[in-house]
């Protein structure tokens, strides 16, 4: 084989192909923009938490309302619940046991003192009265009989015809026989004034307020069933208040009060304290009162709930904040009723103090707080003496 035909079938290796500047102008092009968008990532990534850390930092500062005490120189309201009662209420039951024959009156009806109410058939009465007689006619029979005998045998006596101890034997027979006609006479008078009874009348004027029977209903005598009716008489009211025992004293009869019922909203009716139980109540430390007001509209009725106001005098060197503000704390080494105080360097300071007077929705302070201090209202439990907290609202 010759030399040129050798040559021919050696392998060549290419060369390599340049790369056009367009592609390359790509790919840096490309190479940039991923750079770009992971910078971009790793920026907004830090923003993010540099923004949540600021947050947490700012979440542990708690947030609180404040107000100012207000110096105590007018006279103090003092709200407190009541309930109002008709002055005077009866209930109504039967004094005889039978049926209902008829009733005349409903709720709501105005009566008169002796309005008949209701009618009871009492047939068991009747058959007792009926046999009550018949003992008496038997009764009135055996005395008259003893009292001939009586006479015929003091006669005798006379006469010498009997002895002494047989004509008093008679006599005596016959005053037995007369206490028996008294007895019986008593017993049938008993029975007439319950057969009064089977009418139920009205005890004085007022008001019916519950009928809790009807034609047919058997009834017992007493008080062991239920009542038939009520009357009221709601011309005047009674209204009975709980009061505080430390304030019990300050509430003399005489006294004037304003009240407010829900169904009359925006009006106030006038009552004067007659009445101090001077016994607080064991289970409630309250002292119970009572007022007494006209009702001559009978707009308001036994039953309802009223709102009173009392107005106090004035403690000198008291103040007054709202009842929110007090805090009971039993963990720390001071215990008792505090208020938390916010300082100049919005650090928490819980302050003992004396109460002078419980208003209810205000507290009248005796000691430990002046008009200058500034005082976190309805404080959170979480609370602690040095805590920082942040004031967004501050009353005067």
């Known amino acids: 084989m010759s030399q040129n035909e050798s040559s021919s079938h050696e392998l060549k290796t290419p060369e390599p192909k340049r790369l056009s500047s367009r592609v390359v102008l790509i790919g840096g092009m490309t190479l940039a923009a991923a750079i770009g968008v ?44 009541g309930n109002l009662e008709a002055y005077s209420s009866a209930l109504i039951y039967p004094r005889v046991s ?13 009566v008169k003192a002796g309005t008949l109410l209701a ?14 007689l018949a003992a008496l006619e038997t009764a009135k029979a055996h005395a008259n009989l003893a009292e001939i005998t009586a006479k015929r045998w003091q006669s005798q006596l006379r006469e010498d015809a009997v002895s002494r101890q047989e004509a008093d034997e008679k006599t005596g027979d016959f005053s037995a026989k007369e206490a028996m006609v008294a007895e019986a006479q008593a017993n049938v008078d008993r029975l007439r004034s319950l057969q009064a009874f089977r009418r139920i009348t009205a005890p004085f ?43 019990a004293d300050q509430l003399a009869p005489g006294m004037n009060a304003q009240l407010s019922v829900p169904q009359f909203p925006g009006q106030h009716f006038s009552a004067k304290l007659v009445n101090n ?76 103090i004396q109460i002078a007077r419980d208003l209810g929705s205000s507290i009248e302070v005796l000691q430990g707080l ?27």
């Open 205 to 247: 004027d007022g008001i019916v307020t519950t009928r809790n029977t009807d034609i047919g209903a058997l009834v017992n005598a007493g008080a062991a069933g239920k009542e038939m009716f009520t009357v009221a008489d709601t011309r005047r009211l009674r209204l009975y208040v709980s009061v505080p025992q430390a304030l």
């Open 98 to 110: 039978g049926y209902v024959k008829q009733w005349f009156v409903d709720i709501g009806q105005s």
């Open 119 to 132: 009618e009871i058939d009492t047939p068991e009465l009747d058959d007792q009265l009926r046999q009550a």
């Open 38 to 81: 992971a910078v971009g990532g790793i920026h907004g990534r830090a923003t993010e938490l540099k923004s949540l850390t600021l947050d947490s930092e700012q979440n542990k500062i708690t947030v609180v309302n404040t107000l100012h005490p207000k110096a105590d120189s007018q006279a103090s309201r003092l709200v407190l619940p």
């Open 277 to 352: 139980a001077r016994a607080t109540t064991e289970s409630s430390g309250t002292v119970l009162v009572e007022l007494a007001l006209d009702n001559p509209q009978q707009r308001l009725s036994p039953g309802d709930f009223a709102e009173v106001v009392f107005q106090l005098p004035a403690l000198h060197g008291t103040v007054l904040i709202p009842a929110s503000a007090l805090v009971l704390r039993l963990q720390d080494q001071q215990t008792g009723m505090q208020v938390a105080l916010l300082q100049a360097d919005h650090k928490v300071r819980f302050q003992p």
């Open 370 to 396: 002046s008009t200058q201090d500034t005082l976190i209202d309805n404080p959170s439990e979480s609370l602690r003496d040095g805590d920082v907290v942040q004031a967004v609202s501050a009353q005067p």
